[in-house]
């Protein structure tokens, strides 16, 4: 089995109830789940975006085993997703639930439609922070300035 890390965020309804359903929901097809602590954060938003778009999120990252390859794994969570009346229209709108692939053991993939580690992970100092709660020890695949540091070791240089 395969250790990965899901980032969930909320920013519409009763936020806390859709974490807590979405982490129900990916206990059927996932083992061994460590939930971090839940922040709540500002909305990330693209330029222009609308001001109602700017709801804060509730979001928290999930550890976990799993025996699919990431292309099932993607495709498990936007079912979960969508089972759950998740409808995106536009990019970055508000959603009830966002389920993100932020990690697959130490793999390294970039394809059309996934790439992991997730592609902003190191813009989302929260993430890092919740990750670091549940894997200290995942050390960043992707050669460059944060090659093979750990995840307690990303978080800490956000501290500065």
């Known amino acids: 089995m395969i250790k990965i890390a899901l980032g969930l965020g909320s920013n519409?309804?009763?936020?806390q109830n859709n974490l807590n359903n979405a982490i129900t929901?990916?206990?059927n097809i996932l083992d061994n789940i460590t939930i971090s602590s839940i922040l709540n954060n500002r909305a990330?938003?693209?330029p222009g975006s609308p001001k109602e778009w700017d709801v804060d999120f509730l979001n928290c990252v999930i550890t976990a085993k799993c025996d699919m390859e990431p292309k099932q794994l993607l495709?498990?969570?936007k079912k979960i997703e969508q089972e759950m009346g998740r409808v995106t229209k536009e990019k970055?709108?508000?959603r009830l639930i966002d389920i993100d692939i932020l990690l697959y053991n130490d793999l390294y993939l970039k394809t059309k439609n996934l790439t992991i580690?997730?592609?902003g992970l190191l813009e989302r100092d929260f993430a890092i922070?919740?990750?670091?709660?549940?894997?200290?020890?995942?050390?960043?695949p992707i050669p460059g300035e944060y090659y093979q540091k750990t995840a307690l070791e990303l978080a800490k240089?956000?501290?500065?």
């Open 92 to 94: 970055w709108e508000p």
């Open 117 to 119: 580690p997730h592609a």
């Open 44 to 46: 990330m938003l693209l």
């Open 25 to 27: 929901k990916l206990s």
């Open 129 to 140: 922070g919740l990750l670091a709660e549940v894997w200290p020890e995942w050390k960043y």
């Open 157 to 160: 240089r956000l501290q500065k």
């Open 75 to 77: 495709q498990e969570i």
């Open 12 to 15: 519409l309804g009763n936020r």
